[in-house]
């Protein structure tokens, strides 16, 4: 048994702990506030700001883990060296976890080391310097804080006259006082997808089926399994999808995301955890989920293959205000359709657009993908989040 400790403790995070937990491991959950959703079903629980290196170094001392997952961005992960050199495994590595939480770094390591093909992009550090890096990459474009999470921050600017608003939402958005942006040109994509990869500590890189999602405010609405892609973008996303991870090392499941365009693949971020994209493997699309695949990667367990065993989507079902203690209603409405799920994740807090549960669907393989996604959000439309 090994005692892991999971920084961050959101729905994933839960999902994750479960995961564990079925092959008899020991997690302490660790998050910002208390009763998190992993915190729910875990051995142990601390509430800290991870923000905070020293609070992290003292429950790092406390329970000595043997692991440390990342769930979230918001983390002092340039402590994580620290940690690889007491001999505590950082999932995937400390070198994963810095390059990913900062956008000009896995950015740059793509575009410039990988030579992968990414949106043209530039960065700055003021509304100055925004505005000649706007004219550098050209009308469209998207603006991120380097370091935020959730699409907290992003934005699209349309004309001159939203460059101003783009900076200053990008700046309301940034995680602590990293106030540097990218702004990346507007990629003409047909489709997006995420290709979870998962890298093996005595295995060959494996690849699940291409998923499908929507966005909106940053955040993912829906996702399908599988995406429809060419058999040459899809080698295309694997070949860019192993570069970059085995760059970062360290064994693990990851979120890369890919814009398929008419003049190929274009690399777009990339998680060193599960992605929420990837809640569709919940509806049994997969032998195992993101979660088992990922709590085995990170042991070192063996996978000897993913295949694609259902077609599935997800939808994502919204709180609509602020408030606690949160009920839900519609749920014998929307559980009484066949070839469904509802998981709901348990958070104590709403706000608007806080995701709180989650839609699932599912039929057999060569199904319409497009029927099971719009079963899966009329399902989710149903259940309605009342909150006090």
């Known amino acids: ?7 961050g403790s959101g729905e994933l ?40 290196g020293t609070e992290l170094d003292r429950i790092v001392a406390k329970h000595k883990p043997d692991l440390i997952v990342p769930e979230i961005e918001a983390i002092r992960t340039e402590r994580f060296y620290d940690y690889e050199k007491q001999g505590i495994t950082v999932v995937p590595s400390a070198k994963a976890a810095n390059f990913t939480m900062n956008r000009k770094a896995i950015r740059d390591l793509a575009s410039k080391e990988l030579k992968l093909k990414t949106a043209k992009y530039e960065y700055a550090n003021s509304f100055e310097e925004l505005e000649a890096a706007v004219k550098t990459v050209g009308i469209p474009c998207v603006v991120k804080p380097l370091m935020s999470s959730s699409g907290k921050g992003q934005s699209v600017i349309k004309t001159e006259s939203d460059i101003q608003k783009a900076w200053d939402y990008a700046q309301a958005g940034k995680r602590g006082d990293y106030s540097e942006v990218i702004a990346e040109a507007f990629v003409k994509f047909n489709s997006e997808i995420t290709l979870l990869t998962v890298t093996q500590k005595n295995g060959k890189t494996l690849f699940c089926p291409p998923i499908g999602h929507r966005q909106e405010r940053g955040d993912y609405q829906e996702s399908w399994q599988p995406a429809e892609i060419s058999a040459a973008h899809l080698k295309e996303a694997q070949h860019m999808a192993e570069q970059v991870t085995k760059a970062l090392t360290g064994s693990g499941l990851w979120g890369v995301e890919f814009f398929l365009a008419d003049d190929g693949v274009y690399f777009s971020e990339l998680s060193p955890r599960p ?114």
């Not at 992993?38 to 509430?47: C, G, I, S, T």
């Not at 259902?310 to 408030?323: F, M, N, P, T, Y």
């Open 1 to 7: 048994m090994k005692k892991i400790m999971l920084l």
């Open 13 to 52: 995070g839960k999902e994750l702990v479960i995961a564990l937990k079925r092959i008899g491991q020991h997690v302490i959950a660790v998050d910002s506030y208390n009763d998190a959703p992993a915190q729910q079903v875990a051995d142990e629980r601390e509430v800290i700001n991870m923000l905070d």
């Open 275 to 388: 992605h929420d994209t990837g809640m569709v493997t919940l509806a049994g699309t997969q032998n195992f989920s993101e979660f088992e695949l990922h709590a085995r990667a990170i042991l070192g367990l063996p996978i000897s293959e993913i295949t694609l065993e259902r077609v599935g989507a997800s939808a994502v079902i919204l709180a609509d205000k602020e408030g606690k203690n949160a009920t839900y209603t519609g749920l014998d409405k929307a559980m009484n359709h066949s070839q469904s799920d509802i998981r709901i994740f348990g958070k104590p807090v709403t706000r608007p657009y806080r995701r709180m549960a989650v839609a699932l669907t599912y039929d057999k393989v060569g199904s319409d993908v497009n029927k099971v996604k719009e079963r899966a959000i009329g399902i989710a439309k149903e259940v309605k989040v009342e909150s006090k």
